[in-house]
């Protein structure tokens, strides 16, 4: 995987402990921790783990949801991506709902 900072490629392993790591020293609740858990929810769909990426792409929706609103293209860009992972879990209704709303 590649750092979306840096451009640096990291095994997969690596680049998912070093993104719980940037969640662990992000200020809960900030944009900044929203990043951190976008970037570790879709590290965890890169890898084929789309049950573990449903968690930390849900908590940095709801932040980006209250901190830029429903209509920021950040927000629509995370309402697509927890689509895609409820959809590859076969939520095939839950994706559709958030792709609606992006």
């Known amino acids: 995987l590649n750092c979306p900072v840096c451009g640096v490629t990291y095994d997969d392993d690596i680049a998912i402990w070093l993104a ?16 951190v858990l976008s970037s570790l929810g879709h590290m965890h769909s ?8 449903i968690d930390p ?3 940095a929706l709801a932040i980006q949801q209250r901190e830029l ?19 590859v879990l076969g939520d095939a209704a839950e994706q559709l709902r958030l792709a609606e709303l992006a």
């Open 46 to 53: 890169c890898v084929g783990d789309a049950e573990a990426a």
């Open 69 to 87: 609103g429903m209509q920021h293209p950040v927000t629509a860009t995370s309402m697509l991506h927890l689509g895609f992972a409820h959809g």
């Open 20 to 35: 719980e790591y940037g969640r662990s020293l992000s200020e809960p609740g900030s944009l900044e921790s929203a990043y």
């Open 57 to 59: 792409l849900r908590e």
